[in-house]
């Protein structure tokens, strides 16, 4: 199977930035790509952003198109998400997630990380 670690989040003022990082291990060679969702209390599961290991191809969800870049080391098996101009609404538990393409589904996830808390003051 596959196991996924996040890391990054924490306390961040209105308009700032942050990196969340993913780091991949176990059967990682069978994974198209990794995919990040948000949840906040009384909501369900948000996506945010993928991107594909082989090509890089990436998509965004609307809510974060233009302040949101997702890359990934390969190498490393390591994913990254920053997120820019941040907002109250981006306040949130951040999972990373591993699958076998660009869904912009939960259930369409194979393997999903810990969370990590994010949280935008105002």
């Known amino acids: 199977q596959v196991q996924l670690v996040e890391s990054g989040g924490g306390l961040v003022q209105a308009g700032g930035s942050l990196r969340l990082s993913c780091v991949a291990s176990g059967r990682t060679f069978s994974t198209y790509a990794v995919g990040w969702f948000r949840q906040a209390p009384g909501k369900e599961r948000e996506f945010v952003a993928a991107i594909s290991w082989s090509s890089g191809s990436t998509s965004f969800a609307d809510s974060v198109k233009g302040r949101c870049t997702i890359s990934r080391d390969n190498a490393k098996d390591t994913v990254y998400l920053r997120l820019n101009s941040l907002k109250p609404e981006d306040t949130a538990v951040y999972y990373c997630?591993?699958?076998?393409?660009?869904?912009?589904?939960?259930?369409?996830?194979?393997?999903w990380g810990q969370g990590t808390q994010v949280t935008v003051s105002s």
């Open positions: 997630a591993a699958g076998g393409g660009l869904y912009t589904q939960a259930y369409e996830y194979d393997y």
